[in-house]
């Protein structure tokens, strides 16, 4: 009953889509037929077929290639679907504006048509805007974390943090990450910190950005947390432990670019005499992504399982999904700073000086940017959730949603 249900909703789903798609296509014809002058009638009737036709066969291609075999490739997916959409959600804000121009408009020109028109064109300029200027486009945001708990020796101390690189979006080109390694370091930062899903599907397409990540450098060491991308459970594997397998083979390539990875565990960052705690979960997710992160493992107390996550050290936690935060360390924990990805603000966001608004809003409490809450015992747990350097889903980012670097200094209070 249920896999009927999964069906129907799909075939619902494609339905809709058509009708979309068909319906737009007949609308914007007739006004071409209705407004533009009947010398050129013809010659803008044909050219509007053959490329709604063009249109279709990208949509068909793109529906009939496999998305989760083994040798599935999301790069051309990812930017047939793109183009198609480009295409038509203009296309779509076009009628609705001619539609509702057409209801409410009684003169012999239809004024919604004539605002439709400029308004799908801007709206068309700014999705590829996103794509050949936004996306690589990097900012640093400068956040300062000042706490009692802070040894003096660590007072100023700097850090660096990037998170969903998403590596397989850019194929073999290793341009854009070349310019983020040197971004990351003429920051000259005390640590680096990764906040997880390197890749989109597959750990191959981590191979070709091992020389250029190898070149990230900080005296305190390169850390990083995997994230939901990166336990190869986007690929329907043909033979059992295929997953495993693959996880290995990005472990291997991970600890070639010298960088040292934190599945449920801690380190001690260590500056004279004093040190602070760094601690790096592994994937915890809504379902249908697993939980695999575990607080409690990953610093355990000497005297029961969360009594090290209430002591009086300095922590530092690296959890992919902002959730965890808000959920589970706020609840068992003082940690005093975590760090968080997996948004991508959606890769799209307003801002207006301290405004900021993303689609993303709707579905995480904390999506992008500093967050804070207090601890049982008063301490305040602050949260930066990076909106991430990568892009999966489509090649673009748009408005605000640029590649983010964030440049962490620690202050003593």
Avoid at 44 to 59: E, K
Avoid at 93 to 110: D, K
Avoid at 320 to 342: F, K
Avoid at 353 to 376: C, F, M, R, V
Wanted: net charge neutral.
């Amino acid at each position: 009953m249920e896999e009927w249900s999964d069906m129907r909703l799909n075939w619902l789903v494609i339905l809709f889509f058509i009708v979309v798609v068909f319906g737009s296509d007949a609308y914007i014809l007739r006004d071409i037929r209705k407004y533009v002058r009947s010398r050129y009638r013809t010659a803008s009737t044909v050219a509007w077929v053959i490329l709604s036709l063009l249109c279709w066969g990208l949509a068909v291609a793109f529906l009939c290639m496999p998305k989760r075999s083994e040798d599935a490739d999301l790069y051309p997916q990812m930017w047939m679907l793109y183009t198609f959409l480009s295409i038509y959600i203009p296309k779509l804000v076009y009628c609705i504006c001619s539609l509702v121009g057409r209801i409410f408009c009684h003169a012999h020109r239809n004024l919604g048509a004539m605002i439709g028109v400029p308004l799908a064109t801007l709206l068309f300029v700014v999705m590829w805007w996103g794509v050949i200027f936004t996306r690589h486009d990097i900012v640093t945001n400068d956040v300062e974390i000042v706490s009692e708990k802070l040894p003096a020796s660590f007072d100023g101390f700097k850090i660096i943090q990037f998170s969903d690189a998403h590596l397989g979006s850019w194929g073999n080109d290793t341009l854009f990450v070349s310019r983020l390694v040197d971004s990351i370091n003429s920051k000259h930062p005390d640590i680096i910190l990764f906040t997880g899903d390197f890749v989109n599907q597959r750990s191959r397409e981590f191979q070709p950005f091992v020389p250029v990540l190898s070149r990230l450098k900080a005296p305190y060491g390169v850390y990083g947390i995997y994230g939901n991308h990166d336990y190869a459970g986007y690929v329907d594997w043909k033979e059992p432990g295929g997953a495993n397998r693959d996880i290995a083979k990005l472990d291997s390539m991970i600890r070639l670019t010298g960088m040292k990875m934190l599945k449920n565990q801690s380190d001690f960052i260590k500056q004279g005499k004093d040190s602070i705690v760094l601690i790096g979960v592994e994937n915890w997710g809504e379902p249908p992504f697993n939980q695999l992160g575990d607080l409690g493992k990953s610093y355990p107390g000497k005297e029961g399982k969360f009594h090290g996550l209430n002591d009086n050290m300095f922590k530092i936690l690296l959890t992919h999904n902002p959730e965890h935060w808000n959920q589970v360390a706020t609840d068992i924990s003082n940690i005093d700073l975590s760090l968080a990805g997996h948004t991508h603000a959606m890769q799209t966001m307003l801002k207006i000086g301290d405004w900021k608004w993303s689609p993303a809003q709707y579905i995480y409490e904390n999506w992008g940017g500093l967050y804070e809450k207090t601890a049982k015992d008063g301490t305040p747990m602050r949260l930066y959730v990076n909106i991430g350097v990568g892009e999966v889903g489509f090649p673009a980012r748009l408005g605000a949603a640029k590649s983010e670097l964030t440049l962490i200094t620690l202050k003593r209070k």
